[in-house]
């Protein structure tokens, strides 16, 4: 277990290699067979790794630390991360299968995670994997809804705008703020004062807040975005529209979480296993060092009430792990449990500055990605936003639907009813068999079957007796009973 852990701290690294640092300060140490060390990674599978995983999975964040909460409720996001390359083999295609883009065929399959973050502390609350056959975010994201509980307000994309989806959510006591797609057009049954609007998706009440959002940089770029949240939180007095729109900004949160995993842990590095239990077993123990990393971090700024845990620098708790590590540090198992340790120690050494509110032009090395091309207008330098203007919009409320007119039962002359009555009426007080009148009309007779006991249903004609029938007097009526 050690080993696998190792093997997320030291990723660009083989197995001997990571072998010597683990092992470093304790000579003496045998050192075993790069097979030895792969089989013992075969024979012991992905189980024990995930179990781990989901024991340390959770809220790290007290409700008093800044940034966990929004006025009481604990803030997590959803999204999915889809750039977790992995060996080109054939038993990782076979699982993964292979990504085309516009410009052709990727590199290397890719593993698709979605995970479930507490936006405050950048803490994994859960993930789950995605194969070829199950890529789909909501999918992922649904296995994942048993997480969430009330006093949680789930923060997500227009790729979880889903009536579905939406009822779930609310389905687990917890509240959602998440922004809607484009086509979606809302209802608006009532305004409220603060510019937002009450509606209803798949019969649950929300509120709807339509806002402009533009900022100014201290160059006097202007950049900014229309932005149309869909919420469970209907008090506008206590969650302003305005207020939402800023706090719909926490989202991205999960975003830096993603970037220290892909690009601060792995740094570009590919998976190292060709097949899908290695490659299990190995996201679940990068995984378990992301969260452990994370929880000493908030451990820390704990330590200091008032500091925000983003203020955390995550490159110094992976650096000041490593060096453990490589320096057998902090292992006697005889001396008292400092909580706050090196890694806290050192994070509080190399705090960060508050965050102050930036913007920049969202550029895309890959050159086969569908984005390379995308238009932006924010400017390409990192620019401090001097201003945040938030504009609620209120659209007109919709009219109600005009009444439907009742639906005309009355048979048309070339309809198959129509054409039944008239043959029935040449003998009225006949009990006519229901296949002898559909050989007559060229009808199938099932068809025909089928649709005199629904006519009898409604009263046009009489079933006498199995398969025979006589119209019900007066043989003109066609309207069915009012039920």
Partial sequence: MYFLLAL??????????????????????RRPSEKALRDLRRRLGPAPLRALFDILAGPIG??????????????????????????????????????????????????????????????????????ADNRDELKLATDLLGLLRPGMLMLGDRAFDANAFLNRVAQTGAMLLIRSRNTRKPRVLRHLPDGSYLSLVDGMKVRIVEAAVVMTGTDGSRTGDRYRLITTLLDHHRHPATDLAKLYHERWEIETAFLALR?????????????????????????????LLRMAMVTATETQPGTDPDRA?????????????????????????????????AILRTLLPPRRPRFSARTVKSATSRYITRDDTRPTHSTTVTSIDITPRTPPLTPPPPPRPPRDRTPQPNTRRAQVIQLMNTQPNHAWNGRHLAQQLGIPPRHLLTQLAEWTRWGHFTKTTKGHYTLT?????????TP
């Fill in 313 to 345: 620098s995550f490159t110094t708790a992976l650096e000041t792990a490593r060096d453990q590590l490589t320096a057998a540090h902090a292992i006697h198992p005889t001396e008292p449990v400092d909580l706050l340790g090196a890694i806290g120690r």
């Fill in 8 to 29: 997320g701290l030291f990723p660009g690294l083989g197995y001997l290699r990571v072998w010597d640092k683990l092992t470093a300060g304790l000579p003496g140490t």
């Fill in 62 to 131: 007290q409700p008093r630390t800044p940034g966990v909460c929004y006025r009481g409720l604990r803030t997590v996001a959803f999204d999915g991360l889809n750039s977790v390359k992995v060996p080109d083999t054939d038993r990782n295609r076979g699982w993964l299968g292979r990504i085309k883009y516009h410009f052709g065929w990727a590199g290397y399959p890719t593993l698709r995670v979605m995970a479930l973050v507490e936006t405050g502390t950048r803490a994994l609350l859960g993930a789950s994997l995605g194969s």
């Fill in 263 to 291: 690009h601060t842990i792995l740094k570009g590095h590919i998976l190292r296993s060709g097949d899908r239990p290695g490659l299990e077993q190995e996201l679940w123990a990068l995984l378990t060092v992301y969260q």
């Fill in 473 to 481: 007097h007066p043989p003109t009526s066609t309207t069915p009973p």
